[in-house]
């Protein structure tokens, strides 16, 4: 993995990288590894072709975090919320949706609180009306797999403890 570096203090974190992901269960392996070190309140960004991996690592993600019932993909109904613990996990997928405006009647600011990890496939589509993303993860397709190139954002996510 290569990585940028921002310093705070004597810790160095890594604030951008590189990772493969040869096999789909590699990514989920990822995915739990990232569970253990991910502090609500967090907003995330997926970007990626269709079929990169942004829904199964979220998938993967939500279950790490505790959830044991089916993770659906909220293609067609824009958004799916799951409570594992006391968190609670709001996935987007705005893939069909053509107006950004579409998402000022959802209500989203209302239900964001500081036990919320947002997960959002396809950002881009959102406009003005999202959040500013934590962490960003451009997923893309490699000769062997999958990569992933991740952003850390904010200072909230600067000090998570990335896996590698």
């Known amino acids: 993995m290569e990585g940028g570096r921002s310093v705070k203090g004597n810790n160095v974190r890594l604030s951008e990288g590189d990772l493969e992901f ?13 569970a253990k070190v991910l502090r609500a309140p967090m907003v995330i960004w997926l970007e990626g072709d269709l079929g990169t991996g942004k829904t199964a690592f979220t998938r993967a993600l939500i279950h790490a975090l505790g959830y044991e019932g089916k993770v659906k993909s909220p293609t067609y109904t824009l958004l799916e919320e799951y409570r594992p613990g006391s968190l609670q996990v709001l996935h987007m ?5 053509s ?6 009647f959802l209500g989203l600011e209302d239900m964001l609180d500081e036990q919320t990890i947002l997960l959002i496939e396809w950002p881009d589509k959102g406009g003005c009306w999202l ?10 397709y490699a000769s062997r797999g999958r990569d992933l190139h991740w952003t850390a954002c904010t200072d909230a996510a600067r000090e998570v403890d990335f896996p590698t």
């Open 22 to 34: 040869p096999l789909e269960s590699d990514l989920e392996k990822f995915a739990c590894g990232f």
């Open 93 to 97: 997928d705005l893939y069909r949706i």
């Open 99 to 104: 107006d950004p405006g579409e998402l000022e």
């Open 131 to 140: 959040p500013e993303p934590d962490f960003m993860f451009r997923f893309a």
